[in-house]
C-alpha cells in the first residue's frame, strides 16, 4: 500500500528565505505526482504536476524535483513571502490504484514579515 | 482551464435535515470525481469516488447511506448529506481529474463548511 510522508509538519521562516519541503513516497509505481496548496478553510489549489518521466517543473518562485527511484520528491521556493503561508500537500497517482491519490500529511508554513 | 466550483461553500443545518452540496467541472468533462472530508489541521480523507452513469465507489467506514452521491452526467457530481448530526459538521471537498487519462492533474472546488447545530 502506498504511504506518503512529508517532512517537516511545519515550518516557520523569516521572510525572504529560500526553503524546502520534503515529500517521500513508498512505491515508485506512479503515474505522477502533485503538489497542492491549501489555504485556511479553502481548497486545494493546484501549483505543479510532474509527471512519472519527468525530473523537475517550475512555476515562477515554485520547483518541483521528482527522483522516483528514491520515492522522493522536493518543492523548493525561492525568497519566501508572508504570502507563501499555507499549507502544502503532495500527493502521488500510483499504478495500481485507478484514479485515486495518495496524499502526504502536508507541511504547515508559515513565513514570518 | 480545468475549474471545479463547489457550492455552496457554507452551510449550516439543523439536526436531522438533509444538505446537498454539488461539484461541477466548469471547462472540462470528469467521468470521475471524488469527494474527501477533512477535520480541522488534518489532511483529507477519501469518502467516495463518484463514477459518471454509475453507482459510487464508499471508502471502508463511509455510510453510503447517510452520503449519498450522484453523478448524473459528466460535468456534475452532489453528495447529500442525509439525516444529519453534529458529528458530520466537518469540511467537504470534491475534485476531478480530465477523463480516464493518467497524465491530468485533479483540480478541487473550493470545499464546503457544513455546520449542523
Known amino acids: 500500500k502506498q504511504e506518503v510522508t512529508q517532512i517537516p509538519a511545519a515550518l516557520s521562516v523569516p521572510e525572504g528565505e529560500n526553503l524546502v519541503l520534503n515529500c ?7 503515474y505522477n505526482l502533485q503538489w ?19 525530473r523537475e517543473q517550475t512555476s ?32 502521488v497517482r500510483p499504478r495500481n490504484a485507478g484514479n485515486m491519490l495518495t496524499f502526504g500529511g502536508g507541511t504547515r508554513l508559515m513565513v514570518k514579515p | 482551464g480545468a475549474v471545479v466550483s463547489q457550492h455552496p461553500s457554507r452551510v449550516i443545518c439543523k439536526s436531522g435535515t438533509s444538505v446537498k452540496i454539488e461539484c461541477r467541472s466548469l471547462d472540462f468533462q470528469a467521468t470521475t470525481m471524488f469527494w474527501y472530508r477533512q477535520f480541522p489541521k488534518q489532511s483529507l480523507m477519501l469518502m467516495a469516488t463518484s463514477n459518471e452513469g454509475s453507482k459510487a465507489t464508499y471508502e471502508q467506514g463511509v455510510e453510503k447511506d447517510k452520503f449519498l452521491i450522484n453523478h448524473a452526467s459528466l ?16 469540511f467537504y471537498i470534491c475534485s476531478a481529474t480530465r477523463g480516464r487519462a493518467t497524465n491530468y492533474g485533479y483540480t478541487f472546488g473550493s470545499g464546503t463548511r457544513l455546520t449542523v447545530v
Open chain 1, 60 to 91: 515562477g518562485r515554485l520547483n518541483a524535483s521528482l527522483d522516483k527511484s528514491s520515492g522522493r520528491s522536493t518543492l523548493y521556493i525561492a525568497a519566501s513571502q508572508p504570502g507563501d503561508s499555507a499549507t502544502y500537500l503532495c500527493a
Open chain 2, 75 to 90: 460535468t456534475l457530481s452532489t453528495l447529500t448529506v442525509t439525516s444529519a448530526h453534529p458529528e458530520d459538521s466537518s
Open chain 1, 24 to 30: 517521500s513516497f513508498t512505491d515508485s509505481a506512479i
Open chain 1, 36 to 54: 497542492f496548496r491549501q489555504d485556511p478553510g479553502k481548497g486545494l489549489t493546484s501549483l505543479l504536476l510532474i509527471q512519472s518521466s519527468q
